[in-house]
């Protein structure tokens, strides 16, 4: 029963770099993010005019989704992928941008366009919205990247078909510092679904 | 698949501190809910049911030095402390602590705040509940919006299904602080009045704050006189908007399906339905939709934000467990604020508190994300 999911393809966005299966597929040049989300953006022809309103973390999240996503030739109807995503800064990034344009009462501009980024999940309604995912969908939040509670979790998913893929990973935005580690886990694939098998891919690159 | 039971609980909200008194003053038809002018909150009246700092300090001086610890760390743990005790379960490996929140210490970003930054991380919150109780295994938090609380229990039933954990704690809560407030405001979602969901004159949200807490178990050994067993739930999103919800309530209406299709119910056999009735234009009209595409148009449902208000990341967990004393005493409570129907289907409102034989209840929750959470609940026959 422990290993009869498997790990199909995985995403690693960190550094710079945009790697799918262990494999760099853009290299930017530009150490500041928005810079760097937005060229390899362009780069990978994701053609998604939503993406330029996200804020830092929904845009780490749904181009390391994307990367995966497109080769899955989903249906343009409905999808049922599970997302089980998770990081340690929740949405601090926004949070604290809020904050600021509430700080003082001489320059107080609360923006709905700000607030709205200031939950973690709404990076997993971003993905739901462009992949027609009406699926299960968890945030949590750990100190560090939780190989065995991601992997119980869409086990117990899979095992009880309350999806039919389960999309996991970290997602992780924090000052300038930023990461991404998505994997999907379905029936086929080459590599056993365990804990052991996630924190080797998570520590590949 | 073994079973799965909500059991010992607490609520600590300005109602009272503990689930009883709570449920007590609710029967007597009291409102947490009142009106503010505070502009150091926000620079306008606003309608809220709020917690004073000062009674939680002391309330918490009881226990510990509440100078180490923030206002919702207080709640938390106060809130906590009860079930733990309550159920006399040591702490061992084999017990979970699962944390739902949506902003946790947001209050800490603010520049009068004494307490390090550091202390807005919420792994930093699930860490301080840990070492206070002395859990042996580590926090998960559960952010997932409004619909957090709703989550936390189904995330808990889950774990416990892949024998990570026999017992689980779940403690959540939210501040109503001017973080959340402006930017509610700034989306116009605000009353200045008592919240009426579902009702024609609705005009928007109240906020509340509140700690609530509860032991999730597979152990019939643990059971108290309210507990309830978990028989089916699910969540599905809405794949339409991130801030508003979908106007068929689609993910709504999927996530309720496939709760009931696990838990074998259907609509016939839901005795009571505890929604979410945010007293939004769009939300209450939302669940509307979805409720009559599943038939569940005639099921005594009631919204409890006219009590409470919106507790975000603790509303799910809050309303279930008034949930599991409403099966108890089988007693249906009104849906505070409510007069006349503003939904354009119908929908079967609870317009007093009305005694009923109650065996199956049905929890909802939406929120930002397009997130929609159902649970299927059942008296135990302990």
Known sequence: MTNKFHIKSYSHIKSQTVSVNGNVIFKGDDADFPNFI??????????????????NLSKLAFLAADVLLKQESLSEE???????????????????????????QDEYFP?????????????????????????????FIFDRF????????????LQNNKAEKVLCGWVDFDENSYEAFLYLVENKGEIVHNTEEINRLYNLL | MAKTYLSYNNIFSSLGFDSETVIEKMSNDVSGLDRYDNNSLLPQPFCASLLSSEVVREEFNKISDASKYTKLEQMLILSLK??????????NDRIGLIISTTKGNIDVLEQESSFDESRSYLSELGKTLKDFFGFKSEAIVVSNACVSGVLAISAAKRFIAEKKYDHIFISSGDLVTKFILSGFNSFQALSSEPCKPYDKNRIGINLGEVAASILVTSSKKHLNSEAVEILGDATCNDANHISGPSRTGEGLYRSVNAAMKEAGVKASGIDYVSAHGTATAFNDEM???????????????????????????????????????????NLLFSSKGFTELGVSQNINIITSNTPKTLNVFLKTASGFGGCNTAIVFQKTTN
Do not use: W
């Not at chain 1, 997302?83 to 700080?103: G, M, V, Y």
């Not at chain 1, 939780?146 to 998913?157: F, M, R, T």
């Open chain 1, 146 to 157: 939780n190989a065995e509670h991601l992997y119980l979790y869409a086990n117990n998913l």
């Open chain 2, 82 to 91: 009860k079930v733990i005790d309550a159920s006399s379960i040591t702490l």
């Open chain 1, 78 to 104: 409905e999808n049922n992928i599970a997302l089980i995503f998770s990081n340690k800064a929740s949405s601090l990034d926004t949070d604290r941008k809020h904050q600021k344009s509430i700080e003082n």
């Open chain 2, 287 to 329: 669940e509307a939709i979805a409720f009559n595409r599943l038939g569940l148009e005639n099921v005594p449902l009631n919204s409890l934000k006219g009590y409470f208000g919106h507790t975000l990341g603790a509303s799910g967990l809050l309303e279930t467990i008034v949930g599991m004393h409403s099966v108890k005493k």
């Open chain 1, 111 to 139: 923006s709905p366009a700000v607030f709205v980024y200031t939950l973690p999940n709404i990076c997993l309604g971003e993905i739901s919205i462009k992949h027609k995912l009406y699926s299960e969908n968890s945030f």
């Open chain 1, 38 to 55: 937005k060229s390899a953006y362009k780069y990978l022809e994701t053609s998604y005019s939503k993406f330029f309103k996200m804020d």
